[in-house]
Nanobody
């Protein structure tokens, strides 16, 4: 399975973006998928995670209440809806399994929050 994140871009503080994670070469069914991010000069951190069925979702404290993770197993997609963005949300966002699989780290998608 290959995972590719997309949907990043430039947003203003308070704005919104929707990230997508597309899987190819296999199915995401029954697999926990997480979003991670890496801000400039910082280590990569977990942002959110969703169970294989979508019935359980987890969020880092820093994004809880602002980000929503979802998935569509029929389309082999996982999404991250980000709202009320702040400059602290700037970074490269990646999707991966949870726990992460080294081989599945892609290039990520850049999110820049700036006025």
């Amino acid at each position: 399975v290959q995972l590719q994140a997309s949907g990043g871009g430039l947003a203003q503080p308070g704005g919104s973006l929707r990230l997508s994670c597309a899987a190819s070469g296999g199915t995401l069914d029954y697999i926990f998928i997480a979003w991670f991010r890496q801000a400039p000069g910082k280590e990569r951190e977990g942002v959110s995670c969703i169970s294989g069925s979508g019935g359980s979702r987890y969020y880092a404290d820093s994004v809880n209440g602002r980000f929503t993770i979802s998935r569509d197993n029929d389309k082999n997609m996982v999404y991250l809806q980000m709202q009320s963005l702040s400059t602290d949300d700037t970074g490269v966002y990646y999707c991966n399994t949870y726990p992460s699989t080294e081989a599945y780290w892609g290039r990520g998608t850049q999110v820049t929050v700036s006025s």
